[in-house]
C-alpha cells in the first residue's frame, strides 16, 4: 500500500466492460416520420403519464379526455393493449367514430351533447373510473372527480379548455381525492427522457405488427399555420395538429 505522496506506477492497465444489460440483438431504428408522431413527443408523453404516473393494471378502467388528440389516441390504444376497459370524450361525431371504429377504445362520446357530464360518466363507467388521463379540465374534471374509484390514479397531461380563459373554472369536488384515496399527479415529459430506450422497447414492435395506428391533421402551407393553432382550442383537429411548410 502507497503512503501519502508516494508515487505509484504500475503498467498493468485492466480494462472491463461496465455496461452491463444491452441485448445481444436489437433493432432500435426509427423511422423519421414517425419521430413527430408515435416515436417522439406525442408517445413517449402517453408512455409517460399512462405507465408512469398511473401504474395501469390489465382490466382497470381508464377514461381519456380529448382522446382524439395527439397524445390521448395513443393513451387509449396502450391501455386497449394491456387489457383496460378503455372509454375515450371528443367533440365531435367524427372523433367519435374514429375512437370507436379506429383506435379500437371500447366506447366513446361527444361531450358537447352530454348536458349532464356525471350522468354521462355514470352511464358508461357505472363501476366508477380507476385511471383518468386529463387533458381538458374544468367541468369535465369535476364531473371524473365524482366518478373515481378508490384508489384511483389521474394523471394530468394538460387543460386545454381552461387556456384563453380570463379566469379559469374552480374545481368543486376536491374532496373525493380525500375519501377514496385518488392519487392526482401532473407530469412534464422532459423529467422522463431517460426511459426513451425502455418506450421504444414497448413501441417499436406494436408499430411494427401494426397493433398502434397515429391519426394527424394536415395543413398545408405555412400561411395555414395561424388557423391550425387556433383549430386546437375550438377542438377542429382531428388527430395530431400539423403543418407541412414544404414537402419534400
Known amino acids: 500500500m502507497a503512503s501519502l505522496g508516494e508515487e505509484v506506477m504500475n503498467k498493468q492497465v485492466i480494462l472491463r466492460d461496465y455496461v452491463s444489460g444491452f441485448p445481444k440483438e436489437s433493432d432500435m431504428s426509427c423511422d423519421h416520420h414517425q419521430y413527430h408522431k408515435t416515436e417522439g413527443m406525442p408517445g413517449m408523453t402517453a408512455y409517460a403519464g399512462f405507465y ?39 367533440g365531435s361525431k367524427e372523433k367519435v367514430d374514429l375512437l370507436k371504429n379506429k383506435f ?21 363507467f357505472p363501476e366508477g373510473i380507476d385511471i383518468y388521463f386529463e387533458n381538458v379540465g374544468g367541468k369535465m374534471l369535476d364531473a371524473v372527480l365524482l366518478n373515481m374509484r378508490i384508489g384511483g390514479r389521474i394523471a394530468v397531461c394538460g387543460m386545454i379548455s381552461q387556456y384563453n380563459l380570463d379566469k ?3 374545481v368543486h369536488n376536491l374532496i373525493h381525492l380525500i375519501v ?33 395506428i397515429y391519426v394527424e391533421d394536415i395543413a398545408e402551407g405555412l400561411e395555414s399555420g395561424p388557423a391550425a393553432l387556433v383549430g386546437l382550442f375550438t377542438g377542429r383537429n382531428v388527430g395530431k395538429q400539423v403543418v407541412v411548410v414544404a414537402r419534400e
Open 52 to 90: 408512469e404516473v398511473c401504474s395501469p393494471k390489465k382490466g382497470e378502467y381508464v377514461f381519456i379526455s380529448a382522446a382524439a388528440g395527439a397524445v390521448g389516441q395513443l393513451v387509449g390504444q396502450f391501455a386497449k393493449l394491456l387489457g383496460c376497459y378503455v372509454v375515450g370524450s371528443a
Open 104 to 124: 379500437r377504445f371500447d366506447d366513446a362520446f361527444n361531450y358537447k351533447e352530454e348536458p349532464d357530464l356525471n350522468a354521462a360518466l355514470k352511464r358508461y
Open 168 to 170: 379559469p373554472e374552480g
Open 180 to 212: 377514496k384515496w385518488v392519487c392526482i399527479e401532473g407530469f412534464l415529459v422532459l423529467d422522463y427522457d431517460h426511459l426513451y430506450p425502455k418506450f421504444l422497447e414497448l413501441v417499436l414492435p406494436y408499430i411494427k405488427e401494426g397493433k398502434i
